[in-house]
Each structure stands twice: as structure tokens, then as C-alpha cells.
């Protein structure tokens, strides 16, 4: 595999292509910095990779 490059292998599996990501926080408390800029990257890079879902 080259630097920077990878590849998509389409499978059937439903567990595989339902997978989801949570974020559970505090009811008043701030997440790290760090972990909420993460959170900002995944919103975004899944929001521009399938735009209009």
C-alpha cells in the first residue's frame, strides 16, 4: 500500500456497512478540546462525502 493511499472494498456484510460512531458526554461539562475538534472532522468529512443524506 502507498503513503496516503487506501482502498474501499465493498462488502455485504450489514453489520459492517451500518457502523456508527457516538460521542457520550457529560449533561454541563465541555469535552476536551481535542476530542470535540475530532468530533467537528468526522461531522464534516461524513457530511461531504454524501452530500443531500
Known amino acids: 500500500m502507498a503513503e496516503d493511499h487506501f ?6 456484510s450489514p453489520t459492517l456497512n451500518s457502523t456508527q460512531i ?3 458526554t457529560r449533561t454541563g461539562r465541555q469535552p476536551p478540546i ?3 475538534k475530532f468530533m467537528q472532522y468526522i461531522e464534516d468529512y ?3 462525502l ?3 443524506v
Do not use: K, M, Y
Open 22 to 24: 457516538s460521542l457520550v
Open 7 to 12: 482502498i474501499a472494498i465493498p462488502t455485504d
Open 46 to 48: 461524513f457530511r461531504n
Open 50 to 52: 454524501a452530500p443531500g
Open 34 to 36: 481535542a476530542a470535540f
